[in-house]
């Protein structure tokens, strides 16, 4: 690699390979096993297709995208961030949605939810303008693209936040679910003896010019599986404050109790603005 004229590539294959070679010396890796290990390189490239990531979610359940996510956010990594991993279920085109509106776009049962959002610098000065992207699981726990019963683009939005840097939308409570698990993924977590749960969250993904896009995802407090996550997403800064309101004046005409509400604070960095390639289309 010498030759490379790419110093940054020079130097990410050199210790990749070098990496590689110490595991399969510490290990001492047999035949068989590096032959499984291959098959099982090929079927995450199989298993992958426009509706599905299995490289992603490989990534996310060794800790691998929350560790680069700690490494590249809450000033490289040495401060609390409002950061966490994209996960493969963002779609670039959300539905426009105003301020206030609503996400559900199909019958949708479950606990109702008002959410309102406040985008702000570390200074807290709020940032006006920021186009944030909203999707979540169902009260059943499966993205839209995941269920036919579900509307295309349902409990997905995109929002931009006001001169106060805010903006709030209705929805459904999402439920915590396990990922998807009829891959080599899921033969891996099997092998491991790990549960495939994500504890409940919805995700958000704020951009603006000036400022580092913020990817995140504000779990629901309740959720048993906060402490084990399958893609290791939680941080204490992630946990949100979801009110559950069984009396008093409902937010809105036709809404019966209990229903929720969450309110959240998102503080973006200064830096470049790039959106990540979709998982999926
Ligand atoms: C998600 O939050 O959508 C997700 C993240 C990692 C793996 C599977 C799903
Ligand atoms: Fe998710």
Redesign the pocket.
Known sequence: METASNPRIRQVAEAFVRHVHAFASEVKLTEREFEFGIDFLNRIGQATNDSHNEGI?FA?AIGLSTLVCLLNNGNAGATETSAA?L???WRASSPRTDNGGTIVRSPTPGPELFVTCEFIEASGKPIAGVEVDVWQSSPIGLYENQDETQADMNLRGKFTTDAAGRFGFRSVKPAGYP?PTDGPVGDMLRAQSRHPY?PA?L?FLGFKHGYKTLIT?IFVDDDTHLESDV?F?VTRALIGDYRRHDNGTPPADGVSAPWYTLEHRFVMEPGEAVLPQPPIK
Request: glycine residues 16%.
């Open positions: 979610l996310d991993l996960g493969p279920f990922v994500r969250h995700h995802q893609v997403g």
